[in-house]
């Protein structure tokens, strides 16, 4: 029974650290992107290693385009205010 529950623990564990991963779960701003990351207006390649441009960025990672000063989120997404 101990086992079960332990294997059972760890199952729901893993489930939950793929959800992070996802770009459309609800934990996105948690989540890991492995993939490079475009500008969505002028699909200029950013950098791997980056300089947040803010607060934002420092904590929940992002991207702001130095050719046409778009800002973005971790997955290339468009972030407008």
Request: net charge positive; proline share 4%; aromatic share 12%.
């Amino acid at each position: 029974m101990k086992v079960f529950l332990v294997s059972l623990g760890l199952l729901l564990l893993l489930l939950f650290l793929f959800s992070l991963i996802g770009k459309n779960s609800k934990y996105s701003d948690f989540g890991i992107n492995f993939k490079r990351v475009f500008c969505p207006k002028c699909n200029t390649k950013q950098p791997i290693v980056r300089k947040p441009a803010n607060q934002r960025q420092a904590l929940f990672g992002g991207y702001t385009c130095k050719k046409c000063d778009t800002e973005m989120d971790k997955f290339g997404t468009e972030i407008k205010e």
